[in-house]
C-alpha cells in the first residue's frame, strides 16, 4: 500500500503540473523493492525510475507525451512531505 501511495502522488503531480486530469493523461514508473542494505540487514525500501512527464490521450488509441519541467528543490521537499503524512494517514 506504500507504493502505491507514492506513486499515486508523483503521478497526480505530474498529471496536476500538465494541467490534465487522469482521465486524459496516463504516467509510467518501473519500481525495484529492495528488501536489504548494503550490509544485508533488513531494510526494505523502493527505488523509482518516473517519467519526467505525461502521456496525453488524444483519441482512443492515441497518446503524445507532455515533458515535466524539473521540481524545484522547495517543489521538492514538498512533495516528499505530502507524501509523508498521506503515508502516516
Do not use: C, K
Request: charged share 20%.
Amino acid at each position: 500500500q506504500m507504493l502505491s501511495i507514492v506513486q499515486r502522488a508523483i503521478s497526480g503531480h505530474l498529471i496536476r503540473q500538465a494541467g490534465l486530469t487522469r482521465v486524459s493523461a496516463v504516467t509510467g514508473a518501473v519500481t525495484l523493492v529492495q528488501r536489504f542494505g548494503s550490509a544485508l540487514n533488513l531494510n526494505v525500501h523502493f527505488h523509482l525510475l518516473v517519467l519526467d512527464g505525461v502521456y496525453r490521450r488524444e483519441g482512443e488509441d492515441r497518446l503524445r507525451f507532455v515533458p515535466s519541467p524539473a521540481p524545484s528543490p522547495g517543489e521538492l521537499q514538498q512533495r516528499v512531505q505530502r507524501i509523508a503524512e498521506l503515508i502516516r494517514r
